[in-house]
Nanobody, 117 residues
């Protein structure tokens, strides 16, 4: 019954910006820590940013100062604002319920971000 639908990806030139959205179904969203992850071809999935139910955030060193994670509990949506994009940001981006063991293996379809040089 829980679903995650990522959107907002696309092709952008280096230095540009994108805003990703993740729409979640289910009543657990407002109390869940949510994370954004990315996976580039041939690489492991890595945590990009995380936001708690109270709005506390943390970021991977590689994106700190450039990316901002936020959430709108009324819309059951988590966002990732990505600025000053670099080619190394190219990956499929996924959101995730980070505070749920039950949903630890559940991932949506992801959204492709491609940054050209």
């Amino acid at each position: 019954q829980v679903q995650l639908v990522e959107s907002g990806g696309g092709l952008v030139q280096a230095g540009g910006s994108l805003r990703l959205s993740c729409a979640a179904s289910g009543s657990i969203f407002s109390t869940s820590t949510m994370g954004w992850y990315r996976q580039a071809p041939g690489k492991q999935r890595e945590l990009v940013a995380r936001i708690t139910s109270r709005g506390s955030t943390n970021y991977a060193d590689s994106v700190k100062g450039r990316f901002t994670i936020s959430r709108d509990n009324a819309k059951n949506t988590v966002y990732l604002q990505m600025n000053s994009l670099k080619p190394e940001d190219t990956a499929i981006y996924y959101c995730h319920f980070d505070s749920s063991y039950y949903l630890r293996d559940y991932w949506g379809q992801g959204t492709q971000v491609t940054v050209s040089s």
